[in-house]
Protein backbone atom coordinates (compact mmCIF):
# COMPACT_ATOMS: atom_id res chain seq x y z
CA UNK A 1 0.00 0.00 0.00
CA UNK A 2 1.60 3.45 -1.02
CA UNK A 3 0.58 7.05 -0.58
CA UNK A 4 0.60 9.09 -3.72
CA UNK A 5 2.46 12.34 -3.20
CA UNK A 6 -0.01 13.82 -5.91
CA UNK A 7 -2.70 13.73 -3.08
CA UNK A 8 -0.67 14.68 -0.28
CA UNK A 9 -0.05 17.84 -2.50
CA UNK A 10 -3.80 18.48 -3.84
CA UNK A 11 -4.36 18.12 0.39
CA UNK A 12 -2.32 20.70 1.64
CA UNK A 13 -2.99 23.38 -1.28
CA UNK A 14 -7.13 22.84 -0.45
CA UNK A 15 -6.31 23.10 2.86
CA UNK A 16 -4.52 26.27 2.36
CA UNK A 17 -7.54 27.70 -0.04
CA UNK A 18 -9.70 26.60 2.64
CA UNK A 19 -8.12 28.60 5.35
CA UNK A 20 -8.02 32.06 3.29
CA UNK A 21 -11.94 31.90 2.76
CA UNK A 22 -12.37 30.99 6.29
CA UNK A 23 -10.12 34.18 7.24
CA UNK A 24 -11.53 36.21 4.60
CA UNK A 25 -15.32 35.16 4.07
CA UNK A 26 -17.93 35.21 6.82
CA UNK A 27 -18.77 31.26 8.21
CA UNK A 28 -21.52 30.23 5.77
CA UNK A 29 -18.70 30.21 2.90
CA UNK A 30 -16.23 29.07 5.42
CA UNK A 31 -18.51 25.91 6.16
CA UNK A 32 -18.89 25.03 3.16
CA UNK A 33 -15.25 25.37 2.08
CA UNK A 34 -14.34 23.13 4.87
CA UNK A 35 -17.07 20.52 3.90
CA UNK A 36 -15.93 20.85 0.17
CA UNK A 37 -11.80 20.20 1.70
CA UNK A 38 -12.16 16.97 4.07
CA UNK A 39 -14.18 15.64 0.68
CA UNK A 40 -11.33 15.85 -1.51
CA UNK A 41 -8.85 15.20 1.00
CA UNK A 42 -11.21 11.58 1.58
CA UNK A 43 -11.49 11.20 -1.92
CA UNK A 44 -7.81 11.62 -2.87
CA UNK A 45 -7.03 8.99 0.50
CA UNK A 46 -9.61 6.24 -0.95
CA UNK A 47 -8.26 6.69 -4.20
CA UNK A 48 -4.36 6.12 -3.34
CA UNK A 49 -5.65 3.31 -0.87
CA UNK A 50 -7.43 1.64 -3.50
CA UNK A 51 -5.01 1.62 -6.58
CA UNK A 52 -7.22 3.92 -8.83
CA UNK A 53 -3.87 6.12 -9.35
CA UNK A 54 -3.38 4.59 -13.07
CA UNK A 55 -0.28 2.86 -11.96
CA UNK A 56 -1.77 -0.76 -12.36
CA UNK A 57 -3.02 -0.28 -16.04
CA UNK A 58 -4.21 -3.56 -18.31
CA UNK A 59 -1.52 -5.31 -20.08
CA UNK A 60 -2.94 -4.34 -23.58
CA UNK A 61 -1.47 -5.16 -27.39
CA UNK A 62 -2.73 -2.95 -30.32
CA UNK A 63 -3.38 -4.84 -33.72
CA UNK A 64 -3.68 -3.94 -36.74
CA UNK A 65 -7.14 -4.28 -38.91
CA UNK A 66 -7.00 -4.17 -42.41
CA UNK A 67 -9.66 -4.31 -45.46
CA UNK A 68 -12.02 -3.25 -43.46
CA UNK A 69 -15.33 -2.11 -44.93
CA UNK A 70 -15.96 1.71 -45.84
CA UNK A 71 -19.22 1.35 -43.85
CA UNK A 72 -18.10 -0.16 -40.89
CA UNK A 73 -17.70 2.01 -37.76
CA UNK A 74 -15.72 1.90 -34.07
CA UNK A 75 -19.19 0.51 -32.45
CA UNK A 76 -19.12 -2.50 -34.75
CA UNK A 77 -15.56 -3.60 -35.02
CA UNK A 78 -15.55 -3.13 -31.02
CA UNK A 79 -18.75 -5.86 -31.10
CA UNK A 80 -16.82 -8.02 -32.94
CA UNK A 81 -13.16 -8.14 -31.04
CA UNK A 82 -15.34 -8.02 -27.83
CA UNK A 83 -16.36 -11.72 -28.80
CA UNK A 84 -13.11 -12.66 -28.62
CA UNK A 85 -11.30 -10.79 -25.84
CA UNK A 86 -11.52 -7.62 -23.76
CA UNK A 87 -11.27 -4.47 -25.93
CA UNK A 88 -9.83 -1.17 -24.92
CA UNK A 89 -10.00 0.81 -27.64
CA UNK A 90 -10.66 1.36 -31.37
CA UNK A 91 -9.44 3.75 -33.87
CA UNK A 92 -10.30 3.80 -37.42
CA UNK A 93 -7.77 6.42 -39.66
CA UNK A 94 -10.04 8.52 -41.95
CA UNK A 95 -8.73 10.86 -44.97
CA UNK A 96 -7.62 13.81 -43.34
CA UNK A 97 -9.42 15.62 -47.28
CA UNK A 98 -11.86 13.68 -47.50
CA UNK A 99 -12.89 12.76 -44.21
CA UNK A 100 -14.15 9.05 -45.65
CA UNK A 101 -12.64 5.95 -43.46
CA UNK A 102 -9.45 4.30 -45.39
CA UNK A 103 -10.19 0.64 -45.22
CA UNK A 104 -7.94 -0.05 -41.74
CA UNK A 105 -7.67 0.83 -37.81
CA UNK A 106 -6.34 -0.59 -34.56
CA UNK A 107 -7.61 -2.13 -31.66
CA UNK A 108 -6.39 -2.46 -28.48
CA UNK A 109 -6.89 -5.57 -26.41
CA UNK A 110 -5.68 -7.50 -23.61
CA UNK A 111 -2.61 -9.12 -24.31
CA UNK A 112 -3.76 -12.19 -22.86
CA UNK A 113 -6.06 -12.48 -25.62
CA UNK A 114 -4.39 -11.36 -28.68
CA UNK A 115 -3.61 -14.62 -30.09
CA UNK A 116 -6.85 -15.94 -29.81
CA UNK A 117 -8.52 -12.76 -31.86
CA UNK A 118 -5.75 -12.60 -34.64
CA UNK A 119 -6.35 -16.70 -35.05
CA UNK A 120 -10.15 -16.42 -34.90
CA UNK A 121 -10.36 -13.01 -36.88
CA UNK A 122 -7.45 -12.97 -39.43
CA UNK A 123 -8.84 -14.00 -42.26
CA UNK A 124 -12.84 -13.43 -40.90
CA UNK A 125 -15.41 -12.08 -43.46
CA UNK A 126 -16.73 -9.08 -41.70
CA UNK A 127 -19.55 -7.46 -43.62
CA UNK A 128 -18.85 -8.43 -47.02
CA UNK A 129 -14.73 -7.60 -46.97
CA UNK A 130 -12.33 -10.41 -45.76
CA UNK A 131 -9.99 -8.97 -43.02
CA UNK A 132 -6.35 -9.03 -42.17
CA UNK A 133 -5.57 -8.78 -38.35
CA UNK A 134 -2.30 -8.98 -37.01
CA UNK A 135 0.13 -6.99 -34.34
CA UNK A 136 0.75 -3.60 -35.37
CA UNK A 137 4.06 -2.21 -35.96
CA UNK A 138 5.64 -0.10 -32.85
CA UNK A 139 5.98 3.54 -33.67
Do not use: C, H, W
Amino acid sequence: MSFNSSVLITSVIIAVVGAILISVFNIAVASSAIVFAVGAVLAGLVSSLTGNSGEGKADTTTLYVGNLPYRANEGSVRELFSEYGKVFSVRLLRDKQTGKRRGFGFVEIATSDSKKVIAELNDFEFQERVLKVRLANDK
